[in-house]
């Protein structure tokens, strides 16, 4: 493959070898319509067995405040004796984009589709998300930490049991964003 230098300005392949995570978002709340259309290009993602197996839930302005305090007494579940400080840095974290989007997993069982499968497809569905953001002009930040497998937290989000969740998905538009990384393909590619 060419180097990216030589990618055609504004093609597919440009747009997802020049992402990087956001580090900083703005508070700028994004339209409803923004967000839609992130969403079905996240569920336009390879699904085998056609089984969608992906689920969000969209939190913006005070109702990111569920994921913060959940994620608060999921902190003091593991550590009791957190001061004050460490427990509102905790509850922070659900506030560090104008939009948050969790993302989790409802494998279903299926004789043809193992549940591996139905989990790698929300990570398809994540990262086409995490492109068309990109693609217009929006930031993106993947998270998960222990928060993703908190009973708390899941139970505060109204998850059903078997749910899993897959990622937080922060997004808005960027202030500040990490390095692009390279992309090295030394001792991962094998051609036979």
Do not use: C
């Not at 993947?142 to 109204?158: E, R």
């Not at 749910?163 to 964003?177: D, N, T, Y």
């Amino acid at each position: 493959m060419t180097g990216s230098s030589e990618l055609a300005q504004g093609s597919v392949v440009e747009t997802i070898v020049s992402r990087s995570s956001t580090k900083k978002f703005a508070d700028t709340p994004l339209g409803r319509d923004q967000i839609e259309i992130l969403l079905t290009a996240a569920v336009r993602a390879p699904d085998h067995g056609q089984l969608g197996p992906w689920r969000f839930r969209v939190l913006e302005g005070s109702s990111r405040g569920i994921l913060g305090d959940a994620m608060r007494a999921s902190l003091l579940e593991k550590t009791p004796d957190a001061d004050a400080d460490v427990q509102q840095r905790e509850a922070s974290k659900a506030f560090r984009s104008p939009v948050l989007i969790v993302i989790s997993a409802m494998p279903q069982p299926h004789p043809k589709v193992p549940e591996v499968e139905q989990l790698v497809a929300v990570g398809a569905a994540i990262q086409n998300l995490w492109i068309a953001a990109h693609s217009m002009g929006l930031g993106a930040a993947w998270k998960t930490g222990s928060h993703a497998y908190s009973a708390t937290v899941k139970q505060a989000l109204g998850l059903a049991t078997e749910e899993q969740i897959i990622g937080f998905l922060h997004l808005g538009v960027p202030l500040s964003k990490a390095a692009v990384r390279p992309a090295e393909l030394t001792g991962k590619v094998r051609w036979l």
